[in-house]
């Protein structure tokens, strides 16, 4: 016998049953796009405020999140959609000081010691900088005067997360930019991401054509157990048919019937 294998594939993305259906699904290509086509502008309008030609953007796509926690070096950026629904904007500590200090134009830089620990404290401008950061992301999203900004606290919830990878001469990391699910919604009804209807048809016409058994008792017979262990084949049993006879699909009683005859043959006749 051929053992199975319980191991997961590392190549096989689990699927929470909680994600089906949602319309989380509908909009994440057009985020994709939306994002992938705005990574120039940002990056031109970062070179522009830092003054610095060695800022480099990429987008690294967009996935789905499914209620995890998620946790921040420090308060990240939370921008509210006047429609409902939350954006979040975080990257890492040392990477928002390089930016905060070419944008201030900061004296002295800010850097690591020889451990590469940070011993400095993010200041109130550096969390500033940050929020403008974001709203220039949320603006390609949709328009930037929907978004303000807010103290809140995102949730453990299904949600959307795109990830840039943000370089500064010597430094990089990850700048990441999640979406709530009410966003999601917001963002879906805004942009009328519904199902395409052509898609829609061809599932109604193929849940019509989809065969299903149709099922009905016509007599029910009760037999002592000793009369049933010695039944042997050939035996005859006499029975009576049902006045009123089930009709099932599965599990699901849908009416009841009787049967008459018709044209020669015997018919089933369905009645409420």
Known sequence: MKRLNNKPDADITSVSVELLGKPIHSIKNELHTILLQATSEITHLLRKWLKEPGISLLFNGIDVQAKESKTYEQKPAILRHQEGGLITTSMPMDLLMRLSDGFYAADVKRTPDDSGAITHAITSSDLRLQQRIAKLFASHIAPADMWHIVDAISGKEISLRAEFTLSLNDISGSLYIDLDSTLVQTLVDELNLGTHPAIQDKFDKALEN????????????????????????????????????????????????????????????LKD
């Open 210 to 269: 989809t065969p299903v058994r149709l099922n009905t008792v016509l007599c029910r017979k009760t037999l002592p157990l000793d009369q049933v262990l010695k039944l042997q084949p050939d035996d005859i049993i006499n029975i009576e048919l049902l006045s009123n006879m089930p009709v099932s699909i599965g599990q699901e009683r849908l009416f009841t019937g009787h049967v008459a005859e018709q044209n020669g043959q015997l018919v089933l006749i």
